[in-house]
């Protein structure tokens, strides 16, 4: 994901924070202190024109929501490397720590690749595929009394699969990290078709996905990257929420 910022979208190197298990540096091992901590620097300044982006690939659970904002009746959590002795974090403290604070002419997209991860930012419109086979919205603030959206800006998440699904993973790189399926047909569907819309995006990711990964054909030096045995092959549908609803058969994906 790293190099895809940089290479594909430009992102210079020094404004990128990346968080691994295997780090030295206790400041850049993704327990819950220091995932909020970088939460917090990704949107702290942050103005009009500039485009945020955060990535989580790791252990996602749900727990018993207990404020009536979920639908379902629980909230989605991302579990650090800590999360038995200092917790999860909780959609609604992402939510209030990345999303409102977002001003006019901020774009946030997160994309986590998590079980359970389907609405993982709280925001309030779900986009989901039809019976007729189209992504509609759905609004899905249960408590409009409570404050889910940003201050001006747009909030974009994409996720590996709904609130109720698994997601799957592979050994893809070499040390041992662990690639997600959604990463993966992230990737590929961005490398494959540079320019394509939110629509077109959410389609190829989810042909990728039930196809058990396809080919391993991501162009040009990404590629490399995936070249080795990938395999998975699961029921969990990629999921796309929003602050607010747009057209995402029109609206180019850019991050």
Known sequence: ????????????????????????DPYRVPTRANLLAAMRWLVEGCSAGDSLVLHFSGHGVQKLDVDGDEADGYDEALCPVDFERAGVILDDDINETIVRPLVAGVKLHAIVDTCHSGTILDL???????????????????RPELAKGTSGGLAISISGCGDSQTSSDTTAFSGGAATGAMTYSFIKAVETEPGTTYGRLLSAMRSTIRGGGGE?????????????VITFSCAQEPQLCASEPFDIYRKPFLL
């Open 1 to 24: 994901m790293s190099f895809l910022l940089r290479e594909r979208f430009a992102f210079p190197a020094d404004c990128i924070l990346v968080l691994t298990q295997e780090d030295g």
């Open 124 to 142: 309030p419109f779900l986009c989901r595929l039809s019976r007729t086979g189209y992504w509609q919205w759905e609004n899905h603030c249960r």
């Open 216 to 228: 391993v054909g991501i162009p040009g030096p990404l590629g490399a990257f995936f070249r080795r």
